[in-house]
Nanobody, 122 residues
Framework: QVQLEESGGGSVQAGGSLRLSCAAS????????MGWFRQSPGKEREEVAI???????TYATSVKGRFTISKDNAENTLYLEMNSLKPEDTAMYYC????????????????WGQGTQVTVSS
């Protein structure tokens, strides 16, 4: 079955960097849309970054220019490089994958990982 294992979260000072990883198993994600979402207390889950099977990417306005989403198809691993971190980036970050090739309804129909906490202090 599909499994997502996230790692790389932690506590960092403002201006620092982190790299989140999501190791997928149980399927080959070459043809699947994947992404990162985040959620802070009192807020809805929000889209951070999406990568499509053709390698097109989209980013939330708040992270554009600071975060980079990428994937290694051979290793079935998704990454989120986060630079110039700000306190407002503090959230639980989730790796999400589609389970239907050629579709990208991640927020509503995606398969979610367990989440990894990112805390940015000033």
């Amino acid at each position: 079955q599909v499994q997502l294992e996230e790692s790389g979260g932690g506590s960092v000072q403002a201006g620092g960097s982190l790299r989140l990883s999501c190791a997928a198993s149980g399927y080959t994600f070459t043809h699947y849309c994947m992404g990162w979402f985040r959620q802070s207390p009192g807020k809805e889950r929000e889209e951070v970054a999406i990568i499509y099977s053709d390698l097109r990417t989209t980013y939330a306005t708040s992270v554009k220019g600071r975060f980079t989403i990428s994937k290694d198809n051979a290793e079935n691993t998704l990454y989120l490089e986060m630079n110039s971190l700000k306190p407002e980036d503090t959230a639980m970050y989730y790796c999400v994958t589609e389970v239907v090739p050629g579709r990208c309804f991640l927020k509503t129909d995606g398969f979610w990982g367990q989440g990894t906490q990112v805390t940015v202090s000033s």
